[in-house]
């Protein structure tokens, strides 16, 4: 197999760039392929709006605590290895997924699933940032961060067009294996160090990684954005359907236009930042009106354009946020060999987020209606306009 070394890119390896952006696609279809699922696993089940938001919420459970081992795994077994892994094990949980009649065993392979995601995304971040020169490193975290969005619209789309939750779950694991294969064959593997690090150079690196202003801020805005997105674009078919009276086809495919706008947002952040927009004033900014349209979206009781419009507004300028916070992650750290590890802290906030808000917001609807789903958006959205404040003299220190 091809090696590189950890050296500086001289020139960004576009094959290989191309590869892992259309791996964190994949790993993404595991999160849109459950939201077109929801009303079928409902019926299939027998779930209420908690449980199902469960589906959602529950692959995420393990990468919140797994995010730092899933780093320090990267740096001991290298990024190439990791990924094809974490692809892997996303297509034996839809698999497993799409084979059972039980709803815990469908859990379990949702954990599995996520766990793989957060393979993917570590070590896809890993193997980003050393092929990547540093000129075009922005703008390739910026497309980097466009996985999420592109995976959830693309498997809604999917999803509506093929027949049976079942079929487009197995699809997946055939697609995950595919990609497994391609990156294994075409992606240069990182040349190994002389000596892997220790446990306990792993540990302390871990204990560097927590006690560091950046990857820790960072984690905690990104779980704010987490809770965000996912508190709407969880539910926003149900929203659609339930509360406007949109069909259920209707409400997929607006659903996934208006998550495709948050890609406008993650390259145009890309460029602006390349363009020298401070880093820290664009999170606050996006934080805040993704803040205002978020409370808006839950709580006016307008048209369904006027409603939808700013669920397009709040992806569209939302999506600014992945992409600053992914292309600061592995470089807002004090020694190098900490990037992965750092990356690993971001994606637990994030899967904090992604965890949280579907089961807060479900559980509130059920009880109270879908006013009350304002209440963590707002809150949420506090907290990251706070900490967007906090991050410019790290992002200063960091030269970002």
């Not at 020139?11 to 290989?16: P, V």
């Not at 692959?59 to 290895?81: C, E, K, M």
């Not at 599995?112 to 995601?117: D, N, P, V």
């Not at 978020?294 to 307008?302: D, E, K, M």
């Amino acid at each position: 197999m091809t090696e590189i070394s950890s050296l500086p890119a001289l020139k960004t390896d576009r094959l290989s760039t191309i590869l892992v952006i259309a791996s964190g696609v994949v790993a993404a279809l595991q999160v849109g392929k459950a939201a077109i699922a929801i009303p079928a696993l409902r019926n299939d089940f027998h779930l209420n709006l908690g449980q199902a938001g469960w589906v959602m919420s529950i692959f995420a459970l393990l990468a919140v605590v797994g995010g730092i081992p899933a780093g320090a795994a990267t740096t001991r077994f290298g990024d190439r290895n990791l990924i094809v892994a974490g692809l892997l094990g996303i297509a034996l949980g839809s698999a497993i997924g799409a084979s059972t009649e039980t709803f815990n065993i469908l859990l379990a392979a949702r954990v599995l699933e996520g766990t793989g995601l957060l393979f993917v995304v570590i070590a896809g971040s890993a193997i980003l940032n050393r092929i990547a020169t540093a000129q075009d490193r922005d703008l390739v975290f910026a497309f980097w961060s466009c996985y999420m969005p592109a995976g959830i619209a693309l498997a809604i789309l999917l999803g509506l067009a093929i027949d049976g939750w079942r079929v487009f779950w197995f699809a997946n694991a055939i697609i995950a294996c595919l990609f497994a294969l391609l990156l294994q064959i075409l992606v240069p593997k990182e040349k190994s160090p002389q000596a892997k690090p220790s446990l306990n150079t792993i540990a302390k690196n871990a204990g560097k990684t927590v006690t560091s202003a950046g990857p820790l801020l960072l984690a905690m805005m990104f779980a704010m954005y987490g809770l965000q997105f996912f508190a709407l674009f969880s539910f926003l078919p149900v929203l659609l359907a339930e509360r406007m009276g949109v069909s259920s086809t209707a409400a997929g495919v607006m659903t996934a236009f208006a998550i495709v706008t948050n890609i406008v947002g993650n390259i145009g952040a890309g460029i602006a930042l390349r363009h020298g927009l401070p880093r820290w004033l664009l999170l606050a900014v996006a934080s805040a009106i993704m803040t205002m349209t978020g409370v808006a979206v839950f709580t006016l009781s307008g048209p369904t354009w006027l409603i939808f419009s700013l669920c397009v507004v709040f992806s569209g300028v939302g999506g600014c946020l992945p992409s600053a916070m992914m292309g600061a992650a592995p470089r807002a750290v004090p020694e190098a060999q900490l990037g992965a590890m750092s990356v690993g802290l971001v994606m637990q906030g994030s899967n904090l987020g992604q965890m949280i808000g579907p089961v807060v917001v479900g559980s509130l609807v059920d009880a109270v209606g879908w006013k009350a789903a304002a209440i963590p958006v707002a809150i949420a959205g506090v907290i990251a306009i706070g900490t967007a404040l906090t991050l410019k003299k790290v992002f200063r220190r960091f030269a970002l």
